[in-house]
């Protein structure tokens, strides 16, 4: 089940992302790992139209996180949002990344944005298949721009006009 993400949840939305970070994975750029006090920060920022969400399983225990990210401060880009989410390792290839994609979609189309845009490495192919497979059309390939573990990587943008 779906809910607003709380000040509460910041320790769980950390601890999820951080399972992301670990070798092998392709899941983020990001090397270093997230503390609870970065995501309370993290959580201050996201406000309508831009809301971070948590799903519980069946006995309330946090899964995953999703999130409509600002996609620039430039005022010319309001109404475009970037798509994020992320899935506990234990709970990975049963359809909560899709059931989260269409969450996003449906807040995006709630708070009556123009697009969404996301992002995965090229090296993450579910990410990739599960954004596709929503009408997300692939607009960039971006050569070597992360650098992982001292491995560089190519990110591939996503976009999709909503309205």
């Known amino acids: 089940m779906f809910r607003r993400a709380t000040v509460s949840d910041a320790e769980d939305i950390a601890s999820i992302y951080n399972q992301a970070i670990r070798p092998g994975i392709f899941a983020t750029s990001q090397s270093a790992p997230d503390t609870r006090s970065e995501r309370l920060s993290w959580l201050r920022e996201h406000h309508d139209p831009y809301p971070a969400f948590v799903y519980e399983n069946e006995d309330d225990t946090v899964v995953a996180w999703c999130s409509l990210n600002k996609f620039s401060v430039r005022p010319e880009y309001m109404g475009i949002a970037e798509a994020s989410g992320y899935v506990h390792e234990n709970y990975r290839k049963m359809g909560i990344g899709k059931l989260m994609l269409g969450h996003l979609i449906e ?15 090229e090296r993450n192919i579910a990410a990739i298949t599960n ?9 960039a390939l971006l050569h070597e721009i992360s650098n992982i573990r001292d491995e560089w ?8 006009q909503l309205r």
């Open 107 to 121: 807040a995006a189309n709630s708070f009556e944005l123009r697009a969404l845009f996301s992002r995965a490495l």
């Open 153 to 160: 990587h190519n990110d591939v943008w996503f976009w999709k």
């Open 131 to 139: 954004t596709v497979s929503f009408g997300f059309r692939r607009v």
